[in-house]
């Protein structure tokens, strides 16, 4: 009985460390929330408000005096279509980097991975140029491809590392009953592999959101803004910093990445330590 208490005991102080562990880690997001839940006149008073009075007049304006709709989909579509795009390259990329014996396969994957190093500025212009003259600008196609570009590295790499993990034997009994590396890598790598997979979108789906310069470089109207230009929208004009709209907007941005994170926690987990050096 002392042992079954003493184990209760234990369960429940570690549910009130995370808990309190976790209410510090979203107070930032709750107080952004706070925020844009607030009159204008609160937040810009020289004098500091303890208890607000909250209103959805920030919430109505977004959707009456800006696309904000508009946005919302276009960074779904833009981030949703540039993973896509890297899992379908970098899966059999990350493949050929483990499995096949090449030469310079070692010099492939590092010039892979050398790409993230390089600062975006210096490839603006070009990317500007070169979609211009594709015709693709201020599309939501082109900010697919540009963050697919962007994060193909980083996902190829750390698929790499998951799938060297792997061991040959699986591949070879595969093998011997006739299987090809087609079927291998779709029925066998891919199952396997599937919890680093996810790491690596979630990932990439980060990046993408965050992604600002090029967004702005090849977003000229709305109709391919996205939810980090549109936060540059309520930063000047006439009406000068809308700290509620700012406020609102980036807890909305935020909001669907964590709702992700929620629902695959447990396969982004067992993610993160697959390809974890061991001891």
């Given amino acids: ?110 010039y892979i991975l050398s790409t993230r190093m390089m600062a975006p500025a210096i490839v603006a212009i070009p990317i500007f140029f070169l979609f211009r003259n594709l015709g693709l600008l201020d599309s939501v196609w082109a900010l697919m491809l540009v963050y697919a570009a962007i994060n193909l590295s980083v996902v190829t790499w750390i698929l790499r590392s998951y799938m060297m993990d792997i061991p040959k034997e699986l591949e070879d009994a595969a093998r011997t009953d006739g299987a090809s590396d087609l079927r291998i890598l779709w029925e066998i790598i891919i199952p396997v592999t599937l919890p680093g997979i996810i790491t690596a979108a979630v990932i990439a789906a980060i990046f993408a959101i965050n992604e600002f310069l090029f967004t702005l470089l090849i977003a000229s109207t709305a109709n391919a803004y996205t939810m980090s230009v549109a936060l540059a929208n309520f930063t000047g004009g006439s009406d000068g910093i809308i700290y509620n709209a700012i406020a609102l907007v980036s807890f909305l941005a935020f909001l669907p990445i964590f709702i992700l994170v929620v629902l695959i926690q447990k396969n982004l987990s067992r993610g993160l330590t697959m390809g974890a050096v061991k001891g």
């Fill in 1 to 110: 009985m002392a042992g079954r208490t003493t184990r209760g005991e234990s369960l429940w102080l570690r549910y009130m460390v995370l808990g309190s562990w976790a209410l510090v880690c979203l107070v930032p997001m709750l107080w952004f929330l706070s925020i844009g839940l607030r009159p204008r006149t609160e937040i810009i008073t020289p004098q500091p408000v303890y208890w607000p009075t909250f209103s959805l007049d920030a919430w109505h304006a977004l959707w009456s005096d800006w696309p904000i709709g508009a946005y919302l989909r276009n960074s779904v579509l833009a981030v949703a279509g540039s993973v896509v795009i890297d899992l379908i390259l970098a899966i059999p990329a990350a493949y050929s980097l483990t499995r096949y014996e090449y030469r310079g396969r070692e010099d492939i994957g590092f």
